[in-house]
C-alpha cells in the first residue's frame, strides 16, 4: 500500500515556490505513482499561486465548521456550556457573528480556560467556603475572552472590507494599483450579500483570477473564491456581517447628506 505524503505550505511563500512544491510532489505521487499526495496550503487564496493542472491536481476545500460540529467542538472543549444562559447566548453570538473556523476556536477556548483557571486562583478556600464566587469568577473571565475575541473579529472585518471597498490594492507582481476594479469589488460583496453561500464568477462579470489580485494582500481580506465548488464566498461569517454594516452606515450617511443639502 502505497505511503500518504502531507506538505504544508505557509501562504507567505512565493507563488514560485509554491508551484515548484506543488511540481515536485506531482512528479511523485501522479507521474511516478509512489505516494499519495496531500498539498495544504495555510491560506485559501494561496491556490492562486498554483498552476491549472486538473488532470493532476483536485482542490478539496476546508471552510469552518458547521453548527452542528461547531456545537460538538465548544461541547468537547469545555467552554461556552449551554446549561448556563449567558454563555449559550454568547455561543450563539459567536457562531452566527464570526463563524467558526476550528483553530481560532480553539485558541480561544484554551485562552478562555486559562484565564478561568487564573480567576478561580485568585480565591481561597477560606474566602469562599460554597465555590460560589469561584463559578462566578470563573465564568466572568471565559465570558470576558470570547466577548473580546467576538469584537476584534468583528473590528478586523469591518476594516477588510472599508479597505477593499475604498482603498486601492496592490497588484503584488506588477506593482499596478487597481483602481478601475473597485467598482467591481462593491458589485461582487453587494451579489454576496444576496446569496452569502456562493456568487459565481459569470454572475458578477469578474474573473477569480483578476479579482484575486485585490482580496489576497493583508487587510484586503473580506473575499474569497472557493476553488473547489468556483464560487465567490465571503472569507469569513464576520465579513457578511461587516459589509452589511458597512452599506447600512453609507446609506445612513448619504440620507443625512441628503437632508442637509439645499434644495434646487
Known amino acids: 500500500e502505497k505511503p500518504v505524503l502531507v506538505v504544508e505550505l505557509d ?25 499519495h499526495g496531500i498539498l495544504v496550503l495555510s491560506d485559501a ?4 499561486k498554483l498552476n491549472p493542472d486538473p488532470g493532476r491536481q483536485r482542490v478539496l476545500w476546508v471552510g469552518d465548521l458547521d453548527e452542528k460540529q461547531a456545537n460538538a467542538f465548544l461541547d468537547k472543549c469545555g467552554v461556552l456550556q449551554r446549561g448556563d444562559p449567558d454563555l449559550a447566548r454568547l455561543r450563539d453570538r459567536l457562531l452566527d457573528e464570526v463563524g467558526a473556523n476550528p483553530q481560532a476556536l480553539f485558541d480561544t477556548a484554551t485562552d478562555a480556560k486559562t484565564a478561568a483557571a487564573k480567576a478561580v486562583a485568585a480565591f481561597s478556600p477560606l474566602s469562599d467556603p460554597t465555590g460560589a464566587e469561584r463559578v462566578k469568577a470563573a465564568k466572568a473571565a471565559e465570558r470576558a475572552v470570547f466577548e473580546q475575541f467576538i469584537e476584534k473579529k468583528q473590528s478586523d472585518a469591518f476594516t477588510e472590507v472599508d479597505s477593499l471597498l475604498t482603498q486601492v490594492p ?19 460583496i453587494l451579489a454576496l450579500l444576496e446569496n452569502p453561500t456562493g456568487v459565481a464568477p459569470n454572475k458578477v462579470h469578474f474573473s477569480p483570477l483578476t479579482a484575486s489580485i485585490g ?37 445612513k450617511a448619504s440620507s443625512k447628506a441628503a437632508a442637509g443639502a439645499p434644495s434646487d
Open 170 to 188: 496592490i497588484d503584488e507582481v506588477t506593482k499596478q494599483d487597481l483602481r478601475d476594479q473597485r467598482a467591481n469589488f462593491r458589485r461582487l
Open 11 to 35: 501562504s507567505n511563500l512565493s507563488a514560485e515556490t509554491i508551484r515548484q512544491q506543488s511540481q515536485e510532489l506531482k512528479v511523485l505521487c501522479v507521474d511516478n505513482k509512489l505516494a
Open 215 to 251: 482580496f489576497k494582500p493583508a487587510g484586503f481580506r473580506a473575499v474569497t473564491y472557493n476553488s473547489e465548488i468556483k464560487l465567490f464566498q465571503f472569507y469569513a461569517k464576520a465579513h457578511e456581517h461587516a459589509a452589511r454594516r458597512w452599506f447600512e452606515d453609507e446609506a
Open 45 to 48: 487564496n494561496a491556490v492562486f
